[in-house]
């Protein structure tokens, strides 16, 4: 916990208390899979795993117009070839993956961009109070309102007219005509 969770706003303890609760969570997983499922244990263990969980995630999501987070996950495969094969097999494979050194860093670069977006808007959502499909309970409409018009005003702050225009056109929280 951030020793100044007594002074952050409400959204940004509940973030944080949220993000606490995860890491713990994960704890007790690691320590449960140990004590019950040392298999298992071994498995999450293994320096791969994290690499083929990304693979398996971003290959097997439904696509949504966006290819960075499978290429970067290729990417991965890619640079990290040698740690992905070493545990399955004995003889070393060529990597039929090969991104040049200009795709890698350029892919990388609008993904570090994109992830820094992505918390931003999950940031933005905490605040407001909605899931990532935009759905608001009842209950909390009237605040998801008020807190929406309140970043809208916060983003608004200090930009030029275009800026100001592009911003209003594309605000992620209004409701938009999907024609």
């Not at 290819?67 to 990597?95: F, H, R, Y």
Request: with cysteine.
């Amino acid at each position: 916990m951030p020793e100044n969770l007594s002074s952050l706003s409400k959204s940004e303890r509940v973030e944080a208390i949220e993000c606490f609760r995860r890491r713990h969570l994960h704890f007790y997983y690691f320590a449960g899979a140990k004590k019950f499922n040392n298999d298992h244990y071994k498995t999450l263990r293994l320096q791969s795993t994290a690499l083929k969980q990304r693979l398996y995630f971003n290959a097997s999501a439904p696509w949504t117009g966006n290819n960075i987070p499978l290429k970067a996950a290729l990417i991965g495969a890619q640079l990290n070839w040698d740690v992905l094969i070493s545990e399955s097999t004995e003889t070393m494979v060529p990597c039929p993956i090969l991104f040049s050194e200009a795709e890698i860093a350029e892919c990388l670069r609008i993904g570090a961009a994109q992830d820094g977006i992505n918390q931003k808007l999950g940031a933005f959502r905490n605040r407001l109070g909605i899931s990532t499909d935009g759905w608001v309970p009842l209950d909390a409409y009237e605040h998801a309102l008020t807190e929406n018009q309140r970043l809208k005003d916060e983003a608004l702050v200090g930009i030029t007219e275009e800026q100001r225009r592009d911003v209003l056109q594309n605000w992620p929280f209004d409701d938009h005509a999907e024609d």
